[in-house]
């Protein structure tokens, strides 16, 4: 569950993330953030503890509008597991190719490792890798193996990184045979698909 803040702490998130876009989140500076949302260093750090913590409030953040995003584009439809996995990642591609430096930030930020640390019980608490642990354990079914399922996880988050930079970056268009494709082959290599083809084919036909 997502940590609630007060009209301040979602001032300071919103600022943060603004910043983050102008100048990365590694060159991010709390007293100069905190001059831009108009309040003292101290009035910050009465809402967050320090950088880490507001760097995973405005993870959250960004991660939270992600899945709205993706879930207004499956309303009304009923996607297989496959199907959304798909979705999400182009979600998440688009924003590459708007917004770099947040979606650089988002990748690098959201607490992946602490995510999969204990392998039964993965971190739910950030809305979007909720999102995408429940797509794997959809896609997976019953039979769940956790092993699997984190293979499938880092192979698909790798995949959609570098391949949302290199878009973001005009080295290449975003092309959606080629995108799932990937994660049909990732996911029949972590045995949690059987047949793909008419996900394919479906979404070769979609416009993108």
């Not at 602490?114 to 997976?140: E, H, I, M, N, Y």
């Not at 698909?156 to 975003?174: E, H, N, R, W």
């Not at 479906?202 to 993108?208: D, G, K």
């Amino acid at each position: 569950m997502m940590t609630t803040y007060d009209a301040t702490g979602m001032l300071i998130i919103s600022v943060a993330i603004r910043e983050i876009r102008r100048v990365g989140y590694r060159n991010l500076s709390l007293r100069e953030l905190a001059a831009r949302a108009g309040m003292t260093t101290g009035a910050l750090y009465r809402r967050f503890s320090g950088k880490d913590e507001l760097l995973a409030a405005a993870a959250a953040s960004v991660g939270q509008q992600i899945v709205e995003e993706a879930q207004a584009r499956m309303a009304g439809l009923t996607p297989t597991p496959h199907e959304r996995l798909v979705l999400l990642g182009e979600v998440m591609l688009n924003r590459f190719e708007k917004d770099r430096e947040l979606m650089d930030f988002l990748f690098s930020a959201l607490p992946v490792g602490r995510f999969w640390q204990g392998v039964t019980k993965p971190d739910r608490s950030s809305p979007l890798l909720a999102l995408t642990l429940d797509t794997l354990d959809a896609l997976f079914g019953e039979n769940v193996d956790h092993e699997r399922q984190r293979e499938l996880f880092v192979k698909a988050s790798a995949f959609m990184q570098g391949y949302g930079l290199l878009i973001a970056s005009g080295a290449v268009p975003y092309e959606r045979q080629i995108f799932a494709s990937a994660m049909t082959a990732f996911a029949q290599q972590a045995g949690a698909l059987e047949v793909a083809d008419a996900v394919k084919e479906l979404y070769v036909q979609q416009p993108a």
